[in-house]
Nanobody
């Protein structure tokens, strides 16, 4: 199993910034892609941004130019820098990672989710 732990959420005023972190832990695993999703009450969980091992990134149109995803492969950590936050960014933000994990001599795919961190943008 690969566990993901998010941190960095909180309450911020419109126009403010937050930085989310997601740390992956486990044994004998390698990560392909890491991503951030968000879910507001009554809504589905949507992709915010993701980054693959090569460093290529993808963003939802609603956050382009305001959010930046990055990762530190040596630390198995992904970050989401969120600037110029808007009330509509309010949601629970979830980290996701996929890749491969070794069980003995067998490699299996994994896809893991974190527990989520609340981001509230309000004056």
């Amino acid at each position: 199993q690969v566990q993901l732990v998010e941190s960095g959420g909180g309450l911020v005023q419109p126009g403010g910034s937050l930085r989310l972190s997601c740390v992956a832990s486990g044994n004998r695993f390698s990560i392909n892609a890491m991503g951030w999703y968000r879910q507001a009450p009554g809504n589905q969980r949507d992709l915010v941004a993701n980054i693959i091992s090569s460093g290529s990134t993808n963003y939802a149109d609603s956050v382009k130019g305001r959010f930046t995803i990055s990762r530190d492969n040596a630390k198995n950590t992904a970050y989401l820098q969120m600037n110029n936050l808007k009330p509509e960014d309010t949601a629970v933000y979830y980290c996701n990672a996929d890749g491969g994990i070794m069980y003995g001599f067998t490699r299996a795919a994994f896809n893991s989710w974190g527990q989520g961190t609340q981001v509230t943008v309000s004056s």
